[in-house]
Protein backbone atom coordinates (compact mmCIF):
# COMPACT_ATOMS: atom_id res chain seq x y z
CA UNK A 1 0.00 0.00 0.00
CA UNK A 2 1.04 3.49 -0.74
CA UNK A 3 -0.78 6.30 0.98
CA UNK A 4 -0.33 9.66 -0.23
CA UNK A 5 -1.72 12.97 1.47
CA UNK A 6 -2.02 15.72 -0.57
CA UNK A 7 -1.26 19.79 0.85
CA UNK A 8 -0.91 23.11 -0.68
CA UNK A 9 -4.56 24.17 -2.08
CA UNK A 10 -6.35 27.06 -0.81
CA UNK A 11 -8.04 30.42 -2.34
CA UNK A 12 -6.14 32.38 -4.94
CA UNK A 13 -6.98 35.28 -7.25
CA UNK A 14 -6.66 34.71 -11.13
CA UNK A 15 -3.66 35.18 -12.20
CA UNK A 16 -1.92 33.71 -9.11
CA UNK A 17 -0.06 31.16 -8.12
CA UNK A 18 -0.01 27.51 -5.73
CA UNK A 19 2.19 24.78 -5.05
CA UNK A 20 0.67 21.70 -4.55
CA UNK A 21 2.79 18.74 -2.86
CA UNK A 22 1.74 15.30 -2.30
CA UNK A 23 3.65 12.86 0.59
CA UNK A 24 3.88 9.35 -0.04
CA UNK A 25 4.63 6.45 2.30
CA UNK A 26 4.44 3.25 2.65
CA UNK A 27 6.58 1.84 -0.27
CA UNK A 28 9.97 2.65 -2.19
CA UNK A 29 8.41 6.20 -3.60
CA UNK A 30 11.25 6.02 -7.01
CA UNK A 31 9.55 2.75 -7.94
CA UNK A 32 5.86 4.74 -8.59
CA UNK A 33 5.31 6.95 -11.56
CA UNK A 34 3.17 9.57 -10.56
CA UNK A 35 0.21 11.89 -11.69
CA UNK A 36 -2.19 14.99 -10.87
CA UNK A 37 -5.76 14.81 -11.83
CA UNK A 38 -8.61 17.21 -11.14
CA UNK A 39 -12.60 17.19 -10.70
CA UNK A 40 -14.90 20.23 -10.87
CA UNK A 41 -18.05 20.47 -9.35
CA UNK A 42 -20.39 18.47 -12.02
CA UNK A 43 -17.41 17.25 -14.42
CA UNK A 44 -15.42 13.70 -14.27
CA UNK A 45 -11.87 13.24 -12.91
CA UNK A 46 -9.54 14.71 -15.87
CA UNK A 47 -5.95 14.27 -16.17
CA UNK A 48 -3.70 17.27 -15.32
CA UNK A 49 0.18 16.18 -15.04
CA UNK A 50 1.99 12.87 -15.15
CA UNK A 51 6.07 12.01 -14.36
CA UNK A 52 7.82 8.82 -14.34
CA UNK A 53 9.94 7.10 -11.49
CA UNK A 54 12.62 9.49 -12.43
CA UNK A 55 11.27 12.75 -12.63
CA UNK A 56 13.12 12.50 -16.61
CA UNK A 57 9.77 12.47 -18.54
CA UNK A 58 6.74 14.47 -17.74
CA UNK A 59 3.35 15.12 -19.63
CA UNK A 60 0.53 17.62 -19.17
CA UNK A 61 -3.39 18.23 -20.32
CA UNK A 62 -3.02 20.80 -22.97
CA UNK A 63 -5.38 23.17 -20.89
CA UNK A 64 -2.43 23.46 -18.51
CA UNK A 65 1.08 23.36 -20.95
CA UNK A 66 3.02 26.14 -20.18
CA UNK A 67 1.53 26.98 -17.03
CA UNK A 68 1.84 24.19 -14.39
CA UNK A 69 5.10 22.28 -13.62
CA UNK A 70 5.49 18.73 -12.03
CA UNK A 71 8.13 17.35 -10.18
CA UNK A 72 9.32 15.01 -7.88
CA UNK A 73 12.34 14.70 -5.39
CA UNK A 74 12.44 11.12 -4.41
CA UNK A 75 14.71 11.33 -1.53
CA UNK A 76 11.74 13.16 0.21
CA UNK A 77 9.18 10.68 -1.31
CA UNK A 78 7.34 13.93 -2.43
CA UNK A 79 5.54 15.19 -5.59
CA UNK A 80 4.81 18.54 -6.86
CA UNK A 81 2.86 20.47 -8.65
CA UNK A 82 3.57 24.21 -8.92
CA UNK A 83 0.81 26.49 -10.74
CA UNK A 84 0.92 29.62 -12.46
CA UNK A 85 -1.24 31.51 -14.28
CA UNK A 86 -4.37 30.31 -12.25
CA UNK A 87 -7.67 30.64 -14.10
CA UNK A 88 -11.13 30.19 -12.73
CA UNK A 89 -11.55 27.46 -14.70
CA UNK A 90 -8.39 25.38 -12.64
CA UNK A 91 -11.37 25.59 -9.91
CA UNK A 92 -11.32 21.79 -8.50
CA UNK A 93 -10.37 19.21 -6.16
CA UNK A 94 -6.65 18.32 -6.95
CA UNK A 95 -5.80 14.78 -6.36
CA UNK A 96 -2.38 12.68 -6.51
CA UNK A 97 -1.97 9.13 -7.54
CA UNK A 98 0.57 6.72 -7.70
CA UNK A 99 0.96 3.51 -9.91
CA UNK A 100 4.19 0.48 -9.21
CA UNK A 101 5.95 0.31 -12.69
CA UNK A 102 9.24 -1.25 -13.67
CA UNK A 103 9.81 0.66 -16.49
CA UNK A 104 10.07 4.24 -17.02
CA UNK A 105 7.19 5.62 -18.71
CA UNK A 106 4.62 8.42 -17.99
CA UNK A 107 1.09 7.47 -17.19
CA UNK A 108 -1.85 9.43 -17.44
CA UNK A 109 -4.85 7.63 -17.46
CA UNK A 110 -6.52 7.73 -14.59
CA UNK A 111 -7.63 3.82 -14.77
CA UNK A 112 -4.57 3.16 -14.72
CA UNK A 113 -3.51 4.08 -11.25
CA UNK A 114 -3.77 2.19 -7.76
CA UNK A 115 -3.24 5.00 -4.95
CA UNK A 116 -4.92 7.81 -4.79
CA UNK A 117 -4.60 10.71 -2.17
CA UNK A 118 -7.59 12.40 -0.29
CA UNK A 119 -7.42 15.80 -2.69
CA UNK A 120 -7.12 19.22 -1.73
CA UNK A 121 -9.36 22.06 -2.66
CA UNK A 122 -7.93 25.05 -5.39
CA UNK A 123 -10.49 27.73 -5.42
CA UNK A 124 -9.42 30.69 -8.65
CA UNK A 125 -11.22 33.43 -7.84
CA UNK A 126 -12.07 36.19 -11.18
Known amino acids: QVQLVESGGGLVQAGGSLRLSCAASGRTFSNYAMGWFRQAPGKEREFVAA????????LYAGSVKGRFTISRDNAKNTVYLQMNSLKPEDTAVYYC???????????????????WGQGTQVTVSS
Open 97 to 115: AAVFRLDMLVITTAANYDF
Open 51 to 58: INRSGGST
